[in-house]
């Protein structure tokens, strides 16, 4: 039980802290990348050494004293670790125990490690995935730069073993997009132009594929193209709906005028968040449309 209580939590942060929080900023040439385009990026974060004991301290008091127990004692294990093989095996335990109890940070931090020691494209898509999770749902403005350096870094070397593959494209794609939004310029020529330019190759091949289009949807939302958002969030919905991707939606009816279809939106993402707080906030936003 507790642990469904800290995915609703997770939930709740990223919708609310994404759309408000994160702005795309810094995108250009509005016709080429299909309106997701944005305004002056904002002053840049520096990089700060945010290290997994870091990351792992703040994730423990989210998930309360028996589960970090229960964490605290493989974290012992490694420590004292005899051998490179022990480690891994360890590394990866710590892994999956952050995942099962939805704290990507840490657990990006162990598939980094675990990447860079078996070096296979599975472990750098794994430890990229984490990391932008991490970026998304942890609102902590010194980790931040941190998370988007270690992405790009994962991805890029999960794209070089695979040049074609979706999964990793969507990721760097995502990446770089978020090191724009944080006022970060990337020494290997990294930009939101190149990131929006390989979520829309994605999607080009793979037109429902669901990671690129709500993501595309999202910069699309931030960029106040919100007619474009609505198809990325219907493609989305007609195969796999979700909490965001109805927030999404909402916040883009909404926009648009579209009252009644925003509201219908709404409802369906409070039905999929039993919490109490985000209920209250979801009913403010629908009486707001109502009066």
């Not at 709740?12 to 990026?41: C, D, R, S, W």
């Not at 990006?108 to 430890?127: C, G, H, S």
């Not at 106040?224 to 009816?253: G, H, L, M, N, W």
Request: proline share 4%; hydrophobic share 40%.
């Amino acid at each position: 039980m507790y642990k469904k209580q800290i995915v609703v939590v997770v939930i709740v942060v990223a919708i609310m802290g994404y759309l408000y929080f994160q702005p795309v900023k810094g995108l250009i040439k509005p016709k080429e990348a299909e309106g997701h385009t944005n305004t002056v990026a904002k002053q840049a974060r520096p990089v700060a050494n945010v290290t997994v004991e870091m990351v792992s301290s703040a994730a423990k008091i989210a998930i309360g004293p028996a589960l970090s127990a229960q964490i605290n004692e493989v974290e012992g294990q490694l420590k004292n670790a005899a051998d490179d093989a022990a480690k891994l095996g360890l590394q990866k335990k710590l892994a999956k125990q952050w995942d099962d109890v939805n704290q990507p940070a840490p657990a990006a931090f162990y598939y980094q490690a675990i990447a860079r020691k078996e070096n296979t494209f599975d472990a750098w898509l794994a430890a990229g995935s984490h990391f932008n999770d991490a970026f998304t749902s942890i609102q902590d403005s010194t980790a931040q730069p941190a998370f988007v350096s270690n992405a790009i870094e994962c991805y890029r070397n999960a794209t070089k073993m695979q040049p074609a593959n979706l999964d990793a494209k969507t990721g760097l794609g995502v990446a770089f997009v978020n090191q724009t939004s944080l006022g970060m310029t990337d020494p290997d020529g990294g930009s939101p132009m190149q990131g929006i330019m390989l979520l829309l190759d994605v999607v080009k091949q793979d037109p429902k594929n669901i990671n690129a289009n709500l993501n595309l949807g999202k910069f699309a939302v931030n960029s106040r193209q919100y007619d474009k958002a609505v198809q990325r969030f219907k493609t989305v919905i007609a195969q796999k709906p979700s909490a965001d991707a109805y927030f999404y939606i909402a916040e883009s009816y909404k926009q648009l005028g579209m009252k009644n279809e925003a509201i219908d939106a709404y409802q369906k993402c409070r039905a999929m968040v039993p919490d109490t707080t985000f209920d209250k906030q979801i009913d403010a936003y629908i009486k707001e449309l109502k009066n």
